[in-house]
Structures are given as C-alpha cells and as structure tokens.
C-alpha cells in the first residue's frame, strides 16, 4: 500500500511511471535495425526475422482459403456462435457512428462542406504471443468493413507450428478480410510500410502490440511517406477507482484480468479505503493461484500499485494524471464521479461492468491509447478508417462579398498572388466593356486592309 499524500510530486510522478518505457535507447536501435532488413531484404528478411524471433521457417506468409475453410470446420457450434454474437455486438455500436457529410452555406454564394472518404487500404496488426485474440480481429475488422475500406490486410505472428488461431481466421473471413500474413512483430509493421514483394504497402496500419511493435509503427510514420498509425497503443493497463462499498473480490477479479495479459502489463488501484485495500490484496493472492497464466500475471503484479488516497476527489486526480487505458470506477455512485474525469481510453461505470466485457463483446472498441496516451488520444471508432476532406464552392456573386476581407488579409501578409487570384476574377467585366468600346475601330482597319 502506498499513501499518496506522503509522496513529494516528484516521487508521485515516478510512481506512475510506465515500467515498459525503460531502456528506450536500445528498443529504438533493434526496431530500426529490423525495419532497415525488411526495406532492403524484403520477404527474405520476413521469413529470416520469423524464424529468428518466432522460432518458425514458413514456406509461405499468406494463408490460403483451404486454411480458412480448414479453421471453419475445426471450431465447436459454441465457439463459432460467441464469435457471431461479438461481431453483431461490435457492428451494431459502430455502425450508429456512421460519418454525415456537414454542409454550411456560410454566407449567400459561399458554400463549404466537410466529407469522409474511406482509407483505401489499411493494415490490421493482431497481437498473438502468448494467447491468440480472435476479438482485436473483430474490434480492427468490423470498422474497416463498415467504413468499405478496399484492401484490408491482416497480420498475426504464427504460433509454435507455424500457423494462427482458427478463431482469427474465422473472425476475420467474417470480416471479409482477404489478405491474411502469418507475420508479427517489427518487422510486420515495417512490411506493411514499406511493401514487400509478397505484401503490398498500406496507407494506415491498426492494432496494439508489444513496445517493439508500438516502436516500430512510431519509427514508420515519421519514415515513410503517406503512411500513418492509429495511435500509439502498447501493452495493457488498467487502472480502478474504488471505495470502502466496492466489492474486494471484483476488484481483484479486474486487476487480474489486466495482469494476464502480459508481464509488462499494469495495474492500479486508488481507493480512499484502507480496509478494502488490505481485502483486494487477500483476494489477488486467492483468485491468483486459480489462474491458467498466473506465472504472467504474477510478473505483472509486481509492477502493480495500490495507492490510498484522502478522498475520492484526488483518486480522480491520480487517475487523470496516469491516464490509463481503462479505468474502472467501482464506488457506490460511479456517476458522480464520471465528470471528473478527463483521460482515460475507455471508462467502465459500476460493479457489474468488467473491462472483459468491452474487450469481448459489450460493442465499444477495445483498441485504446496506452502509456498516457489517452491525455491525447481517442479510443478507436469508425472515424479511424475514413479520412476527412473539405469542398468548397462559391459563386461570383459570393466571391465579390468576401473579397474585401481576402485581399484586406492578403496585404498583411503581403502575399500579392493570393490577392491577385481573387482581383482578377472581378476584373474581367470592366476589361471586356474596354474591349468592346475599342471593338469597332479595330474591324474598320482590319476590313480596309482586307480590301486592298
């Protein structure tokens, strides 16, 4: 237990510190070291990284149909109908978030529209290592699908055998996702950028991953022309608000969950509630022992945080100040405190909403901004997949009224093109009545000349 108000500023902002950040020096140096082979080797560079980092020498990166089809059959009645239900589920919230195209006439003549076009091709990076996540696949594919992105790609590090989980092909050819690469890592980021000759570059690539991963699509997106990343999304963290009425075991239950995920994962708890900390540690070591990856979850544990705090009020203090990428808030009137909040990637209100059910199957998306990111940063939503251009039209008319202001401002910045380009569209009434006044003249000489 940690007592917040005993820390100096200093020693509360190193005790929020990410532990994943360390030793950024020579992350950086191995990701660039990986990009530079993938440019330059290409798909040799793929199947040498695979083998060095996955233990697997593929044949082959892309799967085939017969595999899909394979994974389809292999898959139980219940198992293929939770993958149903999660799709419909994550459909339906996203679909209602449909972009409309904003039309204002800003004044008589002047009319400006802000449009969405999907992005035409897009990565979907899918995270595997130690458990396969059939719901990323749900949570990147369902969006691009509905947003009608034209190529969609889909990697995923293959496991010990060489191949990926029947549950990410199934919920991915759900997704009508035909590009499907046994591929992870740096280096499948850096294919994705770049193009290899089996792979064809993207314009934006989604997904979380391990730090080497979020370095790698950091590194590209400064590198590569017209490629971009959703956000910088690492490994996962969790942090929750409780009080003395919060139930320990839930609590327990919750930072669990997270834990599992990884050994570089977080987890945090901030209560006012000296008693229930003492009862949430009780139940960590209880349900702990009852875990199928409790070796993982017990390293992340290590880097957990129990902090106790006067009130409430400064528990969503420190919760906005790490900004984590989930935030439970589990007090007697969750509500009351939602207004406070000011960074988080997604919030989860009461003692019956688990973060569980947002990464599986309640509808909202479960890729989110980690690392503090959330201050910045939006949970990922359909808008991601569409890029966003104005159109503007103005009529002779429209362009007279906002001249004055245009070439007013033009002048301060002594720009005389920008000016010139609206001046002349007004001149050309008065040089046409000079022309015609002079008109006839000119045909008297030129019918003389004609005659001689």
């Known amino acids: 237990m940690i007592i917040w108000q005993n820390l100096t500023a200093q020693q509360q902002q190193q005790l929020l510190a990410r532990p994943a950040i360390a030793d950024n020096q020579q992350l950086s140096a191995g990701v660039e070291d990986i990009i530079t082979q993938v440019k330059t080797q290409g798909d040799r560079a793929l199947f040498s990284l695979t083998e060095k980092f996955d233990g697997i020498s593929l044949s082959t990166l892309k799967v085939s149909p017969a595999q899909i089809t394979q994974a389809k059959k292999a898959l139980s009645t219940e198992r293929l109908a939770a993958i149903n239900t999660a799709y419909e589920q994550i459909k339906s919230f996203h679909q209602a978030q449909q972009p409309q195209d904003v039309v204002v006439e800003t004044r008589p003549g002047v009319v400006c529209t802000l449009t969405s076009q999907a992005i035409e091709s897009v990565g979907l990076y899918i995270p595997a290592g130690s458990a396969p996540l ?49 591929l992870g890592g740096a280096q499948a980021i850096a294919a994705l950028a770049y193009g290899t000759q089996t792979i064809a570059p993207v314009c934006k690539v989604f997904g979380p991953g391990n730090r080497y991963v979020t370095e790698a699509k950091k590194q590209l997106s400064q590198q590569v022309p017209g490629f971009a990343i959703d956000m910088p999304a690492g490994p996962s963290e969790v942090l929750v608000i409780a009080d003395g009425n919060s139930n320990p075991a839930f609590v327990a239950a919750d930072l669990l969950s997270q834990a599992e995920h990884g050994p570089d994962s977080q987890v945090v708890l901030v209560t006012d509630s000296k008693a229930l900390i003492a009862e949430v540690e009780q139940a960590l070591t209880q349900q702990l022992a009852q875990l199928s990856r409790r070796d993982i979850a017990e390293q992340a544990l290590s880097q957990s945080r129990l902090i106790l705090t006067d009130n409430l009020t400064t528990a969503v203090q420190v919760s906005n100040q790490y900004a984590p990428e989930h935030l439970i808030i589990q007090t007697e009137n969750p509500k009351a405190l939602l207004a406070g909040i000011r960074n988080a990637g997604s919030v989860f209100l009461g003692a019956y909403t688990p973060e569980s059910a947002g990464d599986y199957a309640s509808g909202t998306n479960h ?86």
């Open 134 to 182: 059939p719901s990323t696949v749900l949570m990147l594919g369902v969006p691009a699908k509905l947003a009608d992105c034209a190529r969609k790609v889909l990697v995923c590090p293959p496991d010990k055998n060489g191949q990926l989980a029947d549950e990410v092909l199934v919920a991915a050819d759900l997704c009508g996702i035909e590009e499907i690469y046994t």
């Open 367 to 452: 890729v989110l901004p980690t690392y503090g990111y959330s201050k910045v940063c939006s949970s990922l939503s359909l808008a991601d997949f569409y890029r966003r251009f104005t159109v503007q039209e103005i009529t002779k008319a429209g362009l007279a009224g906002l001249a004055p202001c245009i070439t007013e401002l033009t002048d301060a910045e002594g720009l005389d093109g920008h000016k010139r380009a609206v001046t002349i569209r007004l001149e050309p009434e008065k040089a046409q009545d000079i022309a015609q006044n002079q008109a006839p003249a000119a045909d008297i000489s030129k019918q003389g000349g004609s005659n001689e």
